[in-house]
């Protein structure tokens, strides 16, 4: 079965740099989130979308950015990166907003700033 | 506000014996639980919900997990544990009042470590 797609797995930046971070939700899933996860830490939220319009906006800094586009994809941008940026970011997705329907996690993208 | 706790860092386990990992929840209403595996650099994988009914709820790999709602615990359990479900495990909660957002707020984790 598809999966939701994250890409790039890893990702390296510098300092003050940008970076984009791509999500592909399962397809006929209209809903996208956006999780952060720390070293050792849970996955905190950091913004949601459902019919390419934010739904909800977690702890996610003014310094990022995301959208969903018109094929539900999503993509998280990030600017003037920060050594802290430095975690996990998982996209999710799931159906139509459906209150008991879990969450579809992809592989993450692992973000490191030096 | 909700919240989800996990009040064990690690349980440790021998191979063959039950399991249990904790999980306790602070949500107004009646909310919708879930429990959600994650192996090193991977995605969290979907393991198991309770939404409404049979307070047993089964799930995947052999997992089950207890609905107490007096106690307000989800406590996630298994029979028999075997080495390869050594990961760490996230309770989460969606109020059921979130149809227009349906986030889910995790828990700390817990690592699971079954030895042989």
């Not at chain 1, 791509?22 to 905190?44: E, F, L, M, N, S």
């Not at chain 2, 107490?68 to 390869?84: C, D, I």
Request: aromatic residues 12%; charged residues 20%; proline residues 6%.
């Amino acid at each position: 079965a598809a999966g939701v797609i994250q890409s790039p797995r890893h990702l390296i930046k510098e300092k003050r740099e940008t970076a984009t971070l791509k999500c592909y939700p399962i397809p006929r899933h209209d809903t996208v989130y956006w999780y952060q996860q720390g070293p050792g830490q849970d996955p905190q939220f950091l913004i949601s979308f459902y019919e390419k319009m934010q739904s909800d906006k977690g702890s996610i800094p003014d310094r990022f950015s995301a959208q969903q586009f018109s094929d539900y994809h999503s993509e998280l941008n990030m600017s003037s990166l920060e050594l802290g940026d430095s975690a996990l970011y998982f996209c999710a997705s799931s159906p139509q907003r459906r209150d008991n329907s879990p969450l579809h996690f992809g592989n993450g993208t692992r973000l490191t700033v030096t | 506000a909700q919240s989800v706790a996990q009040p064990e860092d690690q349980v440790n386990v021998a191979e063959g014996n039950p399991l249990t990992v904790k999980c306790t929840y602070s949500v107004s209403g009646n909310p919708y639980l879930f429990w959600y595996v994650q192996y090193p650099n991977r995605g969290l994988q979907f393991l198991l919900k309770y939404i409404t009914g049979d307070n047993l709820v089964k799930g995947s790999y052999g997992f089950e997990a207890e609905f107490n709602k007096s106690q307000t615990s989800f406590h996630l359990k298994k029979p028999s544990a075997l080495v390869s479900d050594s990961a760490l495990y996230f309770c989460a909660v969606r109020d059921r009042g979130s149809g227009n957002t349906g986030k889910l707020i995790f828990g700390q984790g817990t690592t699971l470590q079954v030895k042989p």
